[in-house]
């Protein structure tokens, strides 16, 4: 099946500065990669996916790049936030047959911005 | 938009019982799945279920099931609870589950064994 390495694990910034998140995954079948943001007492929020088709997106601050060839993906959050702060997941959703997709995750990524 | 709603938010229990999750989905949503979230697993996929019909399943024991209705609500049970089944249980909608849509969440049940 499916797996996806996240990394790093932690990750403090200063209040402007830009924060990068990495994730691989395994299975080449895969062609959706979805972000998502969790805060404490929360569910994960979506914040931007892409598409196997497309090899980079942007949302106001935050952007997404994929390289299918080298099987890894990375979300770009620039002028970061005091509320940016949270935990950060990456996720692949390779078919699974039957019209289904399920998502795996990566371990996460706790996001501290200081002000 | 009314977003993803799951009942109820925290629920204690003691090994031995069985639970029944509640999740209701955004609505026009026909896709529902479940996800386990725990710190040392992190989150896990358990079932997927479109139009009443489980058309997934992760790889988690038999004591864990669920159904949809015909209105796309979905429940879960866990039958003789153990200590390690403590963890916030996730849900999550989308449109058909084909062609890749986005999954929204809800914030989840938390649940404790005792």
């Known amino acids: 099946g499916e797996n996806v390495e996240q990394h790093p694990s932690t990750l403090s910034v200063q209040e402007g500065d830009s924060a990068v998140i990495k994730c691989t995954y395994s299975?080449?079948?895969?062609?959706?990669f979805p972000w998502y943001k969790q805060e404490l007492g929360k569910g994960p929020q979506l914040i931007i996916d892409?598409?196997?088709?497309?090899g980079e997106k942007k949302d106001q601050r935050i952007a997404v790049t994929l390289n299918k060839t080298a099987k890894h993906f990375s979300l770009h959050i620039t002028e970061t936030q005091p509320e940016d702060s949270a935990v950060y997941f990456c996720?692949?959703?390779?078919?699974?047959?039957?019209?289904?997709?399920?998502?795996?995750f990566g371990k996460g990524t706790k996001l501290s911005v200081i002000p | 938009k009314a977003g993803v709603t799951q009942t109820p938010r925290y629920l204690i229990k003691t090994r031995g019982q069985q639970v029944t999750l509640s999740c209701s989905p955004i609505s026009g949503h026909r896709s529902v799945s479940w996800y386990q979230q725990t710190p040392g697993q992190g989150l896990q996929f358990l079932f997927e279920?479109?139009?009443?019909?489980?058309?997934n399943k992760g790889n988690f024991p038999g004591r864990f099931s669920g159904r949809q209705f015909s209105n796309s609500r979905s429940e879960m049970n866990v039958s003789t609870l153990e200590l390690g089944d403590s963890a916030l249980y996730l849900c999550?909608?989308?449109?058909?589950?084909?062609?890749?849509?986005?999954?929204?969440f809800g914030d989840g049940t938390r649940l404790s064994i005792l």
């Open positions: 279920y479109f139009s009443e019909t489980q058309r």
């Open positions: 999550a909608s989308s449109w058909t589950g084909e062609s890749n849509q986005p999954q929204h």
């Open positions: 892409i598409r196997s088709n497309v």
């Open positions: 996720a692949a959703s390779p078919y699974s047959g039957a019209g289904s997709y399920q998502l795996t």
């Open positions: 299975d080449s079948a895969s062609n959706y």
